[in-house]
C-alpha cells in the first residue's frame, strides 16, 4: 500500500529538473502542448517524445514509477495504434490484414462488410498515440518532480485566483489517498476470499466492492477538509503571502523562452500551412515555410 500511494506522490531531489521554477514548469507543460496536438509528422513526434522522456533520466525517477511510466505508455500507445488500425475511416485505406471477411457468416454483416487492418490507420494512430503519450509524459514528470505547495505557489505566481489553484493542488493530493484506498479494499477482499484477478462475476464483486467504500471515504474526507479550510478563515483576506517566494533563474528564462517560441512558430507555421492546402490563402513569399511544415510538421 506504500508502494501504491508513492506512485502518486512527488518524488523531491535535488536534480535539474526539480530545481525547475513551478511556474516555468507549468509554462513549459503548456507549450509543449500546443506544440504536440500541431505536429503530425511520426519522425517529429518521435522526437519530442524521447525529449519528454529524457527528462525522466535527467530527473532520476525511481523504478516504481518508471515501472508505471512504461505501463501507462504501452497501453496508450498500443491502445490508439490497434484502434485506428482497425477503424480507420478516412481515404485512401490499404488494407494489410484482413480480420473478418465480408462474406463471413453474421460477423461480417454485424461489422458492415468487414474487419481490416489498414497501413494509413497504423500511422495515424502513431501520431495520436505518441502526441498522447508525449503530454501524459510530461504532466507526470511534473507532478513527479513538484512539491504541491511548489505547485500552488507556482499557479498563483501565474495569476490563478487562489481559491482555483487550490482545488487543483487538492485534487491531487487527492490521487495518492485514493491510491492507498483503493489497495486497501482490495487486500481486505483478498483476505474475504475474492479473486480480483478472475474474470466473470469475480471482477464485477471486486469493482463493486471498491466503489463503495472508496466513495464513502471520499466524501468523508472532503467534508472533513471543507470544515477545515472554512475554521481556518480560508477567503478572510484576499491577499496572501508564502513562505518560500519563487524566483526564476537564467536556465528557467531560457527554456521558458525556446518553449514558447517553439510553440508559437509551430502553431504559426501549420495555420499558414493549413490555409495554403485548404487554398485559402498563398503567396511564393511563404514557400520555405510550406516547405517546412509540409515535411517536417
Known amino acids: 500500500m506504500i508502494g501504491a500511494r508513492s506512485i502518486a506522490e512527488p518524488t523531491i531531489k535535488d536534480t535539474v529538473i526539480h530545481r525547475i521554477d513551478p511556474r516555468a514548469k507549468i509554462l513549459i507543460l503548456i507549450s509543449i502542448v500546443f506544440v504536440a496536438v500541431s505536429l503530425d509528422n511520426q519522425k517529429t513526434m518521435f522526437l519530442l517524445f524521447l525529449t519528454v522522456l529524457s527528462g525522466f533520466v535527467l530527473a532520476k525517477m525511481p523504478a516504481i514509477k ?72 510530461l504532466g507526470l514528470l511534473m507532478c513527479w518532480t513538484t512539491d504541491s505547495r511548489d505547485m500552488l ?3 498563483v505566481g501565474l495569476r490563478v485566483p ?21 489497495a486497501t479494499v482490495i487486500t481486505v477482499q483478498r483476505l474475504r476470499g475474492f479473486n480480483p484477478t478472475k474474470f466473470g ?3 464485477i464483486k ?7 467504500p472508496t466513495l464513502a471515504n471520499c466524501v468523508r474526507r472532503t467534508g472533513t477538509l471543507a470544515i477545515s479550510i472554512q475554521s481556518r478563515a480560508f477567503r478572510a483576506n484576499p491577499d496572501r503571502t ?4 519563487l ?29 495554403y492546402t485548404s487554398g485559402i490563402y498563398y503567396t511564393s513569399g511563404l514557400r520555405p515555410v510550406y516547405a517546412i511544415a509540409g515535411g517536417y510538421l
Request: a positive charge; hydrophobic letters at 55%; aromatic letters at 12%.
Open 66 to 137: 518508471i515501472k508505471t511510466l512504461v505501463i501507462l505508455l504501452v497501453l496508450l500507445i498500443w491502445g490508439t495504434i490497434y484502434s485506428q488500425a482497425l477503424f480507420y475511416s478516412q481515404l485512401p485505406r490499404t488494407v494489410i490484414f484482413t480480420i473478418i471477411r465480408p462474406e463471413f457468416p453474421i460477423l461480417g454483416w454485424l461489422t458492415g462488410g468487414g474487419l481490416f487492418v489498414y497501413e494509413e490507420g497504423f500511422h495515424h494512430g502513431a501520431v495520436q498515440g505518441l502526441r498522447s503519450a508525449s503530454i501524459l509524459s
Open 153 to 155: 505557489n507556482g499557479l
Open 162 to 182: 487562489y481559491s482555483v489553484a487550490f482545488m487543483v493542488i487538492t485534487a491531487v493530493r487527492f490521487l495518492p489517498i485514493i491510491i492507498t484506498e483503493v
Open 201 to 203: 462475476s469475480g471482477i
Open 206 to 212: 471486486t469493482l463493486l466492492n471498491i466503489l463503495t
Open 242 to 245: 508564502s513562505l518560500k517566494k
Open 247 to 275: 524566483e526564476f533563474s537564467d536556465i528557467d528564462k531560457i527554456v521558458v523562452a525556446v518553449c514558447v517560441f517553439t510553440a508559437i512558430s509551430v502553431v504559426i507555421m501549420k495555420l499558414i500551412y493549413n490555409m
